[in-house]
């Protein structure tokens, strides 16, 4: 087996400058690159991360730490994480922390005393103080929602502007009686989505009617229900706004199956297949994989200048997709069999 002195030793370069040809430091000139590459590839080096591991005291990765592996927003996002870190050289490690945050603490430790290069986490807890004792030994951004308790680099989306977009967009068909259906208004995320979705009503003169929002439901089908149940009642909504993708998954099964084939929706947040859905659904596309490029970008950002202490929060913006769900019936039909409602 070939060793990096051998490869320094063909391309005639020093061992210094074969690490950072392999560590992918930017500060290499193009020529020591390709010439570096070359021995390599002729003499089938390759690196000992496990050396590489014992001489920095770190593990060659860098940890994911998201509510729901399942959610196609996180999926997706961490997969562009991954594809970021990999071409670095770096391995990703994993790993779910649930939606009610009671293990959020002890699941991302677990993931920290590994010794990684970096943390990128999404909060589902209250409180995310546990990670000052961190912050100097290891590079931390935060993904989706901001932390509390804690200055530090986050990417999140501009909830508030998404969700007041996706409401214009049903007043503008229209409607008055829009219903928001979302999982849990102490989740910052969706807070910041009802706040836009009232500030939308109010703006067109339209008082939000509390009998229309259903805030609870944690899984799709319990968001189906919660949908169903909505247009059952005496004075249904006439149309629709769904928080969160997962919900929405959810809530179009149970609408089809309840009868109600053509009511007008938004989703907040796209999924794959969601085009070959009839009708398919208007919604606010958060485009995760945006998501996971900004984030992985500046977590290698501040592993490479940790002296740097500026802290930065990355706003994204979250363009509306209208789709048919929106643009067809107007006015919902009865169910053909009550009995068929869930």
Known sequence: MSTMRQVAERAGVSAKSVSRVINNDRYVSADVRRRVEQAVAELSYVPNELARTFRSGRDAAIGVAIPDLSDPFFARLTREIEQIARSRG???????????????????????????????????????????????????????????????????????????????????????????????????????????????????????????????????????????????ADLPPTALFSSNAWSTIGIIPALQIAGYRSVPLVSFGDFPLAEAIRPAPTVVDQDPASVGRAAATRLFERIEHPRRRLKRQIVLPVPLIARESCCGQETLPVPADPALAI
């Open 90 to 232: 770096l391995a990703v490690l994993i790993t779910s922390l649930g939606q009610d945050g009671a293990e959020e603490q002890s699941r991302v430790e677990a993931l920290l005393r590994r010794q990684l290069n970096g943390l990128v986490t999404t909060p589902v807890s209250a409180d995310q103080s546990y990670l000052k004792p961190w912050q100097d030994r290891i590079a931390i951004v935060f993904i989706d929602r901001p932390p509390a308790g804690i200055v530090a680099d986050s990417v999140v989306e501009d909830d508030h502007g998404g969700a007041y977009a996706a409401t214009r967009h049903l007043i503008g068909h229209g409607h008055r009686r829009i219903a928001f259906i979302g999982d849990s208004i102490a989740t910052a995320t969706t807070a910041r989505r009802f706040k836009g979705y009232r500030h939308a009503l109010r703006d067109a003169g339209v008082t939000p009617d509390p009998s229309l929002i259903r805030f609870g439901p944690t899984t799709g089908r319990e968001a189906g229900t919660a949908a169903v149940d909505l247009l059952n």
